[in-house]
């Protein structure tokens, strides 16, 4: 199974960008996707959530209504879009799928993991 994130780069705070998660080597629409963020220094933490049919997702609270995730189970692909980006939002993004089925956002939960594509944003 491989998941490859890629859309990572150097934006300023304000602008947009596109994360995109192909997956490989599992039936993709039976898993539920997830996207976590690392910042140097701090936990893993959860972004956004979407279930295995993309009926359903979950955002943490700090990027509500800035963030969005969808999926395209034809392509085997994922992805995050980021509006109105901070500062604070400069991490290591990677994407994660479950095989729960539906959303999930723990860590502990998830199957399997991707490398993750860096995210950085200039004040």
């Known amino acids: 199974v491989q998941l490859q994130a890629y859309g990572g780069g150097l934006v300023q705070a304000g602008g947009s960008l596109r994360l995109s998660c192909a997956a490989s080597g599992l039936i993709f629409s039976n898993y539920a996707l997830t996207w976590f963020r690392q910042a140097p220094g701090k936990e893993r933490e959860f972004v956004a959530a979407?279930?295995?049919?993309?009926?359903?997702?979950y955002y943490a609270d700090s990027v509500k209504g800035r963030f969005s995730i969808s999926r395209e189970n034809a392509k085997n692909t994922v992805y995050l879009q980021m509006s109105s980006l901070k500062p604070e939002d400069a991490a290591v993004y990677y994407c994660?799928?479950?095989?729960?089925?539906?959303?999930?956002?723990?860590?502990?939960?998830?199957?399997?993991w991707g490398k993750g594509t860096q995210v950085t944003v200039s004040s």
């Open positions: 979407i279930n295995w049919y993309g009926s359903t997702t």
């Open positions: 994660a799928a479950s095989g729960r089925g539906s959303v999930v956002i723990v860590t502990s939960a998830m199957n399997y």
